[in-house]
C-alpha cells in the first residue's frame, strides 16, 4: 500500500535498537521468538537459562543473542550469585546485571504478539519505549490518561508547574487472553480471560504501590536499574512467584523519593497458557501472608535526604527491610542480605552509580 | 428482537429511579433532554436556572422536573443564598442542596449520548449508578483498573484484607468529543477532539489530587453531599471555571480522610461544543495563577480525628482556607465564609448528618 513518496515500510522501525536490551528468563527452547521475529530481530538479546544448565536451549537463528546458564552466573559472580535465583523466573534480574544498554525490555517466552480490536499486531516493544521517553505525572492525576500521547493533554484544572512530568523509569504492559492472577484467583475463575482492550497508558501517582508483573516489563535501567532486583524466589526458598512484586514495591518506593515516573497500561501482550494453579499455590501461600505485612511497611517507608542514588536507597531499604520485616520470618534477613549483595554485584558490574541520581531520560514531548 | 420468555426490552431499566435526581443547570431550553428522554424520563430533574429569572425556560413535554430560579434560590434560602454563585454553572450545587434523594447524576445541556466504539448508545446513566454500586479501591493500585467489573478481578500480589474496597462516593465521567481543556490549551490546539474511548473504570488513589470536571458527574449524596459544594464563581467574583475543581479538592481530601472512594473513567457523554476561550481566559486567569498554591495547599491539608462527618470535616477545611489562603487573596476569606453558610444551609435542609459517617452504600459485587 506504501506510495513511493512515502517513508512507510512493511517493517517497524526499531526505535533505540543500540540502547535497549531485551532480557528473556527461559527453560524452554525460544520457539516463541519466531512470532516476535520482526519486532526483536534488529535488537539484542540477553536469555538467562534457569534450570539444568546442562540441558541445550534452541534459540531460532537469526537473532543476535548472549545465553547465560546456572555456570555463567556462578562463574561471572563468584560468591555473589547467590542473590540470584535458581528455579525461578527470578533469575531474569541477572540479565539486567550484564547489560551495558539504558533500557531493558523483559518478556516471558509465553507471551505472543497481541493485536488490537481492529486486528493489527501490537509493536510491544515500541509501546514501551514511547512510554519510557516521554515523562510521567506521578504529582496530579490526569483524567484523560497520558497527556502526552497524540489527541490527548493535560485537562482543565491541571496545575501549570507540573506539566512538564518527571522521566520515565518504568513502563508495565499488560496481557490479553490469560489474566496474571494469583493461585486463590486461578481456581475460582479457571476460565476467566482477559477480553478487553484498554486503550490507555496512565502514571501510578505517588504514594501508590501497585503489582508490577515481570512478563511485560520494561525500564531505564541507568534511572533504576539497582532497583530492579527481583529476590530470592524458587529453589531453597519459603516462596515464589513474588519476585516482581518485590522489585516492583522496592522500585516505586524508590522511584517515588528520586522523584521518577511509572507508568500502566499498554502495550499489550498475548499471554498464552496459565499456569498450573496447585503448583502456584504452594509457590504463593507464604506470599499471600506475608504480603499483608510487606504492603504496609512499603506504604509506609521513608527514605531520607542522604539517599541520593538507587543504590543508597536501595541499601537503606535492605535496612529496613532487616530491621522490621526479619520478625516475620528469617527469610526476611536473608533477603536483606541478598539485597545488598545484590547493590554490590551491580556497582561491580556497572560502577557505583553515584551520577545516576543527575541522569535523566531525555524526554519527548 | 425480545423473545416473549425473556425480560429484555428496547427501553433501558431504570436503576434506582426513585432514589437519584439529575440536577442540570442551565439558562436556555432544555432541547438537549430530547436526545437523553430514554434514559432520564424515569427520573425526576432538578433544574437550576441561572442568569436572568424572568426568562422563561422550556422543558421537553413528559419530563418530571422541578425548576428553581434565582428567585426561589432566595425565597429558600434567605440570606444564605449568598453561598450560591450567580451567572456560573456553580450554581448546580443548590439542586444538590434541595434534592432529597441518595444519589445525584449532574449533566452539562450542552452534552448528548455517546456510543461506544461499536456504535451502541452509552446508557451514562446507568453506567455512573454502577460505579457508585459498587466498591472503590483507593488503597492499592489494580492494574486491570476495576476488578469488579466482569471480566476482571484483582491481579497476583493484590493484599485481600483490601479486596472488599471500600463505599464509593464518586464516579466522575469522561467526554467524546470536545475534551475539557483551559483556556491556553483550548487556544493552542483549537481543533483537537476526543476520539479515544478508554474502556476502563477506576479508582483514583488515596492522596492523589484530580481535575473534577462537573460535566457528567454522579455522586452518593448520602455519603458526601455537604462536600460537594462548588464555590463562589462568576458574577461579583474575581474567577469562573474553577467551580467544580474546587468541588473536587475538597472532597477529595474528605473523602481521603472518611475512606471513601472516587473513581473515574467510564461513562462517557459526547460535548457538543467547545466554550469560547477568550471568554474562558477572562475567567480562569485568577484560577491558573491560584491554583499553583490551592494544589499544595490541598495535597498537605490534614483533617484531625474529630472529624468524624462530612461537615466536621468541611467546616474544618473552611478554617485552613481562611487561615492559609487568605493570604494569596481576600476572595479566598470571602469563600471561606461561603463554606460555612453552605454547611448551615445543607443542615438547615437536610437535617446535621450527625449519623451520616455511619452511611454506606450498598455495594453490589
Redo the contacts between chains.
Keep these: 500500500m506504501a506510495g513511493g513518496a512515502t517513508f512507510s515500510d512493511a517493517k517497524p522501525t526499531p526505535i533505540l535498537k543500540d540502547e535497549l536490551d531485551i532480557v528473556i528468563p527461559t527453560i524452554r527452547n525460544l520457539d516463541f521468538l519466531e512470532m516476535w521475529r520482526p519486532y526483536f530481530e534488529p535488537y539484542h538479546l540477553i536469555i538467562v537459562q534457569d534450570g539444568d544448565p546442562s540441558r541445550t536451549v534452541r534459540v531460532p537463528d537469526g537473532f543476535d543473542y548472549e545465553l547465560f546458564n546456572r555456570n555463567d552466573i556462578n562463574r561471572i559472580l563468584g560468591p555473589k550469585a547467590s542473590c540470584i535465583s535458581f528455579k525461578d523466573s527470578a533469575c531474569r534480574c541477572f540479565g539486567y546485571l550484564v547489560s551495558k544498554k539504558k533500557y531493558i525490555f523483559t518478556i516471558d517466552d509465553d507471551c505472543f504478539v497481541a493485536k488490537d ?1 481492529s486486528g493489527k499486531e501490537i509493536n510491544a516493544l515500541e509501546q514501551h519505549v514511547k512510554n519510557l521517553l516521554n515523562p510521567s505525572t506521578p504529582l ?6 497520558d497527556p502526552y500521547r497524540e ?12 506539566r512538564e512530568g518527571v522521566p520515565t523509569a518504568v513502563s ?1 504492559g ?1 496481557w490479553l487472553n490469560i ?4 493461585a ?2 486461578q481456581l475460582a ?1 479457571p476460565l ?9 497508558v496512565l502514571t ?10 515481570g512478563m511485560n516489563l520494561a525500564f531505564n535501567r541507568q534511572l533504576i536499574g539497582p532497583a530492579m532486583y527481583f529476590g530470592l524466589m524458587g529453589d531453597g526458598q519459603p516462596i515464589g ?2 519476585d ?2 518485590w522489585a ?1 514495591w522496592c522500585m516505586k518506593v524508590i522511584c517515588d523519593h528520586l522523584g521518577y515516573g511509572v507508568k ?1 497500561g499498554l502495550p499489550y501482550i498475548w499471554h498464552s497458557k496459565a499456569s498450573n494453579p496447585f503448583v502456584n499455590l504452594k509457590k ?1 501461600y507464604n506470599g ?1 501472608f506475608w ?2 505485612e510487606l ?1 504496609p511497611f512499603f506504604q509506609s517507608a521513608v527514605l531520607t535526604k542522604e539517599c541520593t542514588t538507587v543504590q543508597k536507597c536501595y541499601l537503606e531499604l535492605s535496612k529496613q527491610v532487616k530491621a522490621k520485616l526479619g520478625k516475620i520470618d528469617p527469610y526476611f534477613l536473608k533477603l536483606a542480605d541478598a539485597m545488598v549483595t545484590w547493590v554490590e554485584a551491580w556497582d561491580e558490574l556497572n560502577g557505583s552509580g553515584e551520577n545516576s541520581s543527575n541522569l535523566t531520560n531525555d524526554p519527548e514531548k
Design positions: 480490536p496530579f492525576f490526569n483524567t484523560l490518561y489527541g490527548a493533554d493535560f485537562v482543565r484544572g491541571y496545575p501549570f508547574s507540573l508495565h499488560l489474566p496474571d492472577y494469583d486463590p484467583t475463575k476467566e480471560r482477559n477480553t478487553r482492550f484498554v486503550d490507555a501510578i501517582p505517588k504514594g501508590t504501590l501497585f503489582p508490577m508483573c512467584r513474588y516482581d512484586m516492583g500502566t504463593e499471600i504480603q499483608e504492603i
